[in-house]
């Protein structure tokens, strides 16, 4: 069964510091891709970046960036310059496939 | 373009009714998908249609259904309504690589 695991229910940074959120997940295709969202209070949910498999370069959108690990089925979503607006719950997902979220608070 | 749009955003109902919920995608996708979240379960797929038909089910009971028109919108039906039905439906919508683009949501209460 495909699965998305998401080990950190809740993470904390200071803003401008940098924060990393994990995810891992389980697949037979070698060929698909991964997504990470965010849903802040408001609960819009909006994509924050995709990352597809068979591409061996890191997707980055800004400030966002991933650290994709094929082998290892890891799909970290890193933050740079956090900002108060980063607040919120982020979902690592894989096809139809949602984790459980990680709720990141951002400190002034 | 306009985004996803849900009909209603609230909805407030008793054991044993039904619902029907709406949903109308981005113009030009033609898949949309319906997603159950709670605070205890998370964001759990309930299902997706492309063009019409049902291309992917997850594990719900059969009274969860939903279908699509021709024109892409979809609706999702919750019938015998139960408590545990209680949560914020959304529906998203896909241009393609499976990327969602999600509706506000429809928040459900049964009583």
């Known amino acids: 069964a495909q699965t998305v695991t998401q080990s950190q229910p809740e993470m904390s940074v200071q803003e401008a510091e940098t924060v990393t959120l994990s995810c891992t997940y389980d697949?037979?295709?070698?060929?698909?891709?991964l997504f990470w969202y965010k849903q802040p209070p408001s609960r819009q949910m909006i994509l924050v970046i995709r990352?597809?498999?068979?591409?061996?370069q890191n997707a980055t959108e800004n400030r966002f960036s991933v650290n994709f690990q094929k082998a290892a089925k890891s799909f970290s979503l890193k933050i740079s310059d956090s900002q108060l607006g980063d607040a919120a719950m982020y979902f690592c997902?894989?096809?139809?496939?949602f984790g459980a979220g990680t709720r990141l608070t951002v400190k002034p | 373009k306009a985004g996803v749009t849900q009909t209603p955003r609230y909805l407030i109902k008793t054991r044993g009714q039904q619902v029907t919920l709406s949903c109308s995608p981005i113009?030009?996708?033609?898949?949309v998908s319906w997603y159950q979240q709670t605070p205890g379960q998370g964001l759990q797929f309930l299902f997706e249609?492309?063009?019409?038909?049902?291309?992917n089910k997850g594990n719900f009971p059969g009274r969860f259904s939903g279908r699509q028109f021709s024109n892409s919108r979809s609706e999702m039906n919750v019938s015998t309504l139960e408590l545990g039905d209680s949560a914020l439906y959304l529906c998203?919508?896909?241009?393609?690589?499976?990327?969602?683009?999600f509706g506000p949501g429809t928040r459900l209460t049964v009583l």
């Open positions: 697949t037979s295709e070698s060929d698909y891709y």
């Open positions: 249609y492309f063009s019409e038909t049902q291309r």
């Open positions: 998203a919508s896909s241009p393609q690589y499976n990327e969602q683009f």
């Open positions: 113009s030009g996708h033609r898949s």
């Open positions: 990352q597809e498999a068979y591409k061996q």
């Open positions: 997902a894989y096809d139809m496939r």
